[in-house]
């Protein structure tokens, strides 16, 4: 049960760790909390067939607490993030503030998953604050709470919709042939909508939500995915794709694949002087250039949650991960939200950025995606803490070590490039990347530090 309560979200799978017992305690002790902020709890649910179902149990814990519930329905994850930042109107036409929102999301996992992302006070719920939700949960197991799924609608997905026509309308008819992939997700619920509204030319693929996830998996990180909105792109300009709650994106034209670093990089243009956070996962040019134009550029830990936490410390305007997750605070929340940063790209694109120029303008070098090493939960930090200690008497094969950034794991800088080891904060691997200025050299930081890892792994692991 506690291997769902993670450090971002809660994830697990339907009707094993989330069934109708665990889902109303969770409900039920998030509900306590956001009763002392006032209350009124605003719930929406992805494109998974069991949504609905956990849906209701949740609404029946959140009710046991003494909360005014509100249905949002089927949207994505920025969606239900809006709710807490814009007022809400009940069926009565009065306003109300939301104290705390949950989103019923298993994201990009599997069909069979699923889980909550939770927003209370405009800021993100995680960290300590899940893991103790979870030991209240492991120790009321035998608390029930009665079946309770009244609520009361509200309509978020068109005040969503309206907003963004609003902030975007200089773009309509934009001259541009668009495609969107939305994986079956919940991105076409709203996107298709302002896209209409604005009269994009734009083609859409797999924008019907369906939780089986039919024509591939909602990931737009994994090249294999991305492969019939590549098919798409002939003969058009741009492409994105999405995750599936929508608040992923990736972004493609027929000579890119622009990743999440690279996509805020060209983002920043549109913001003077900007602030910009990146993940320790971000490509050194991102940093480099950033501080080449003038701007500031902190790196900071992997999670949407942190992120969204930093920006709210620094100020910043705009902060990423690699995978696609970008934040807007310049004219926005806050937070993650695909859709939202679609419309940026497109408005930076009918300003006259070149999309293609920008990437061919960056210095070259060479990388790879995210690497993951299987270990276990309790064996994944103990291993960062080893390695660690390995390298402060590194071995002679290794490359001079420069520096080392200790802020999520080890990024270890040398001469030519880095190295990064890290233990995921939401499952049971250590994830590694690579970057050097030649082929070469990025070999011989994989084989080096794959041969460390290799090293601290057999150590703790000979404790047990």
Wanted: aromatic fraction near 8%.
């Amino acid at each position: 049960m506690k291997n769902i309560f993670r450090e971002y979200d809660i994830r697990g799978i339907y009707s094993k760790e989330l069934n109708e017992q665990s889902v109303k305690l969770i409900g039920f002790f998030l509900g306590k909390i956001i009763k002392k902020r006032g209350g009124n709890a605003a719930v929406g649910y992805d494109a998974r067939e069991h949504s609905p179902i956990l849906r209701d149990w949740l609404v029946s814990g959140l009710n046991y607490a003494g909360c005014r519930v509100y249905d949002m329905g089927l949207v994505p994850t920025p969606v239900n993030y809006f709710s807490n930042y814009i007022p809400q109107k009940s069926e009565d036409g009065s306003q109300i503030e939301i104290n705390g929102s949950i989103m019923i999301t298993g994201s990009h996992n599997p069909k069979e998953y699923n889980g909550f992302k939770i927003t209370i006070d405009k800021m993100p719920f995680y960290g300590s604050d899940i893991y103790t939700l979870g030991k209240e949960v492991e120790q009321n197991l035998h608390l029930k709470i009665p079946t309770d799924t009244s609520k009361t609608k509200i309509d978020t997905k068109n005040q969503y919709i309206n907003y963004m026509i609003e902030q975007f309308n200089h773009l309509k008819g934009l001259d541009k042939k668009i495609v969107i992939d939305c994986g079956n997700g919940v991105a076409g619920v709203v996107l298709q909508d302002i896209f209409n509204a604005l009269n994009f030319n734009f083609k859409p693929l797999y924008c019907e939500p369906d939780g089986t996830f039919p024509n591939h998996h909602p990931d737009p990180s994994v090249e294999e995915n991305l492969q019939d909105l590549i098919l798409a792109l002939k003969g058009r300009d741009l492409g994105f794709a999405y995750d599936g709650d929508a608040d992923r994106i990736a972004v493609l034209t027929p000579k890119h694949n622009i990743k999440g670093d690279q996509l805020a990089l060209i983002l920043s243009l549109g913001i003077k002087n900007p602030t910009v956070i990146g993940e320790v996962k971000c490509s050194k040019i991102m940093y480099d250039e950033l501080k080449r134009r003038g701007a500031k550029a902190i790196m900071y830990k992997t999670g949407h949650s942190n992120l969204k936490m930093k920006m709210q410390e620094t100020n910043a305007d705009l902060a990423c991960e690699v995978s696609g997750h970008i934040f807007f605070k310049h004219r926005y929340f806050g937070y993650d939200d695909a859709i939202y940063a679609t419309l940026r790209v497109l408005e930076l694109v009918k300003e006259g950025v070149n999309l293609d120029k920008e990437i061919e303008s960056l210095p070259k070098l060479f990388s790879t995606d995210e690497l993951k090493i299987d270990t276990t939960d309790s064996a994944k930090f103990k291993i960062i803490e080893k390695i660690k200690n390995i390298l402060k008497n590194p071995p002679k094969e290794l490359p001079e070590i420069i520096d080392i950034i200790t802020i999520d794991g080890l990024r270890i800088n040398f001469s030519n490039g880095w190295a990064l080891v890290r233990a995921s904060n939401t499952t049971p691997i250590l994830v590694t990347r690579f970057e050097a200025d030649t082929k070469e050299n990025l070999t011989l930081y994989i084989n080096q530090i794959q041969k460390i890892i290799d090293s601290a792994k057999t150590r703790v692991e000979n404790r047990k």
